[in-house]
Nanobody, 123 residues
Framework: QVQLVESGGRLVQAGESLRLSCTASGLTFSMIAMSWFRQAPGKEREFITYISQTGVYTTYAESVKGRFTVSRDNAQNTLYLQMTSLKPEDTAVYYC????????????????WGQGTQVTVSS
């Protein structure tokens, strides 16, 4: 079965950097577009970034543009999220997901999700 496992989340200070990983199994990873979302307490799950199957095309939410970078290693079945200049408002559980539908920024366009990894940014 399809499994997505996120890792790398932890407590950091504002301004620091962090890299998240999402390891996929049970699917042909190189044929699946992927995205990262995040969810803060009491808020809806929010789109962060999308990457195409080959990694050529990416898109970002305005809130993270210029600070976060998505990448993937299809040989390792792994998706990455490099986060720099972290802010307290980046505190959330971060999820990776496999894209099935059309809208990049809608959770309804994704069929498989990981369990999430907690990122906490202190001021």
């Amino acid at each position: 079965q399809v499994q997505l496992v996120e890792s790398g989340g932890r407590l950091v200070q504002a301004g620091e950097s962090l890299r998240l990983s999402c390891t996929a199994s049970g699917l042909t990873f190189s044929m699946i577009a992927m995205s990262w979302f995040r969810q803060a307490p009491g808020k809806e799950r929010e789109f962060i970034t999308y990457i195409s199957q080959t990694g050529v095309y990416t898109t970002y939410a305005e809130s993270v543009k210029g600070r976060f970078t998505v990448s993937r290693d299809n040989a390792q079945n792994t998706l990455y999220l490099q986060m720099t200049s972290l802010k307290p408002e980046d505190t959330a559980v971060y999820y990776c997901a496999t894209k099935k539908g059309i809208r990049v920024d809608s959770t309804n366009s994704y069929d498989y999700w990981g369990q999430g990894t907690q990122v906490t940014v202190s001021s």
